[in-house]
């Protein structure tokens, strides 16, 4: 794993794009999906529906950009995730370029191979959120504008570069709202005051990043005013933010403040370790005044003090500082590989492949367990990949493929099974797209398809989103099942509902029969109870397709 070696980046890409072809995940990417298509559908590119319902919650970035793929490309569950991909490709190559600037070659291939290959980025392009693109805008943008400054420092007007900061801050605030300029915010100001840069929180040159930016939002703040007026913007600019931090939201979770750290524990493995060590290692720095730069430390650890303090926190939320943690491993990963005779690096090698080793069993047992499979492809492939990490671990002798060869393998392993063989099996569960499969398989007229949900009253407890993407329309919703009597005019009607649906729909002077019965159970939320085969229909909910016609 030379500093020139591709061939890990080769592998990871190709689990990314495994993953791409996943059916969009119920609630959130569905969500997003559904809206994209619904966009493209209507063609109005300014204003956010879902539905058919005014939508204000999330920026429109990605509805842009995956609406636009599918005006291209056609509507399917890859194109959905095709732009976010290739961003998330430009945040990587943006955190090795960054990295480049104050170190060295080795550090920053490092930097990219550890944020490409934490189980967050592998996450983040298949469960695809806002999220992925304001991850690798920021890191962009933060790339750029140290790229202006270290011209400036060296007499050299690199003005694009700050064009290109203002481009990547424009298209943070577009892809999740204003944590895409806090983020540069923090990381800079905490490298100026660090090296006594007082004047470069003055220089007028900022205007021209902020005209940048300002030019970037303009369409989306013209189709928020158009669409909600002055509250549209108030909820962009403060509300969905900082709100959560000051209690104006509604959004309220109370989680504890280690909750980000805790979900850190596994959204950055298998780096945890190595991190952990080499946040130490740049705080002694920092205190010694012998830091190259405070962006990095001071980019990631005040962000995430900021966002461990929101009062409605999620696991994916802190992930845009994720880069700026691969710098942090990266530089420590090069000062480790310097120390390779010493005892240190040998503990540190034996962790990373202990770790690589943890990832490799645990995703043999998850399948053994939870999806049990006999191809023989599967376990050939899991095989030679073990191989890879025997090879690694004990045959190897270059210090950075000891050092990171093991975990690479072992990262990659658990991420290919989840991609080929896990939740492939579990999306078997994905009532949505299950029924919308069925229909497409059976040749069902999609127009005469509805949802009845009666347990809760809220057709969203169905998964509406996952069933309008799979069939590409917005399936309409009806609140009782009387609502169907005038659709039965034109012939058969074919309705996704639950238990109490089905029972209504009974109730009725109607031709009923039940074409398929589903299990349903929400993917994205994972228990022991549903991943053991034995124990799994306890959990589930029963939902079926039925075939609706007059007497």
């Not at 890990?8 to 569905?30: H, K, N, Q, R, S």
């Not at 191979?113 to 962009?140: E, G, H, K, P």
């Not at 694009?160 to 204003?178: E, H, N, Q, T, V």
Request: hydrophobic share 50%; with cysteine; aromatic share 18%.
């Amino acid at each position: 794993m030379r500093c020139n070696n591709s061939l890990p980046f080769v592998a990871i890409v190709l689990v990314y794009i495994v993953g791409a072809f996943l059916e969009v995940m119920d609630i959130d990417e569905a969500q997003y999906a559904a809206i994209a298509r619904e966009m493209m559908h209507s063609g109005q590119w300014l204003e956010i529906k879902d539905r058919g319902q005014d939508y204000l919650d999330k920026p429109p970035l990605l509805f842009w950009v995956a609406g636009a793929s599918f005006l291209v490309l056609g509507v399917s569950n890859f194109t959905y995730r095709l732009g976010p991909l290739l961003v998330s490709l430009l945040g990587i190559y943006a955190t090795y370029r960054f990295a480049l600037l104050y170190y060295t070659y080795r550090a920053a291939y490092c930097a990219s191979l550890v944020i490409a290959s934490c189980m967050a980025y592998f996450l983040m392009n298949r469960d695809v959120r806002t999220d992925t693109m304001l991850t690798s805008w920021v890191i962009f943008s933060i790339w750029q504008i140290a790229a202006w400054l270290k011209g400036k420092e060296q007499a050299k007007n690199f003005w694009y570069y700050l064009l290109g900061g203002g481009w990547g801050i424009g298209c943070a605030m577009l892809a999740k709202g204003p944590i895409g300029l806090a983020v540069p915010t923090l990381a800079f100001a905490s490298h100026f005051i660090y090296k006594k840069q007082w004047k470069n929180f003055f220089r007028l040159e900022w205007l021209i990043l902020a005209a940048m930016v300002a030019l970037i939002l303009s369409p989306m703040i013209w189709g928020l005013y158009k669409q909600h007026g002055y509250e549209g913007l108030y909820f962009y600019f403060w509300k969905q933010s900082f709100g959560r931090i000051t209690g104006q939201s509604e959004w309220v979770n109370d989680v504890n403040i280690f909750f980000q750290a805790q979900n850190f524990l596994w959204s950055f493995q298998p780096w945890v370790i190595l991190f952990a060590v080499a946040l130490v290692f740049h705080l002694k720095l920092a205190m010694q005044r012998q830091s190259v730069e405070l962006i990095s430390l001071g980019g990631f650890l005040l962000p995430f003090l900021a966002l461990s303090l929101s009062r409605y926190q999620l696991p994916h939320y802190t992930f845009v500082v994720f880069p700026l943690g691969a710098v942090l491993t990266g530089v420590y990963v090069d000062f480790l590989v310097q120390q390779a005779s010493t005892s240190w690096f040998k503990v540190m090698q034996f962790v990373q492949s202990l770790v690589g080793f943890l990832l490799c069993i645990a995703s043999l047992l998850l399948v053994f367990w939870a999806t049990p499979t006999q191809a023989w492809w599967f376990w050939s492939g899991w095989a030679l990949l073990f191989f890879l990490w025997l090879w690694f671990s004990f045959v190897v002798k270059e210090p950075l493929q000891n050092l990171l060869g093991p975990s690479t393998v072992g990262i990659l392993t658990a991420c290919a099974v989840l991609n080929i063989q896990f939740y492939p099996q579990l999306f078997a569960y994905q009532a949505g797209s299950t029924v919308g499969k069925y229909v497409i398989e059976n040749q069902l007229p999609s127009e005469r398809v509805f949802i009845l949900s009666k347990l809760s009253g809220n057709h969203q407890e169905l998964f509406a989103h996952s069933l309008d993407f799979k069939l590409q329309r917005t399936v309409p919703s009806l609140n009782s099942a009387s609502e169907i009597l005038p659709y039965l005019e034109q012939g058969a009607c074919y309705i996704y509902t639950d238990t109490v649906g089905v029972k209504e729909l009974h109730s009725l002077p109607l031709k009923t029969r039940i074409l398929k019965t589903f299990e349903k159970y929400h993917i994205s939320m994972l228990t022991p109870e549903f991943l053991n085969p034995e124990t799994r229909n306890r959990v589930t909910q029963r939902v079926f397709l039925v075939e609706v016609k007059k007497r």
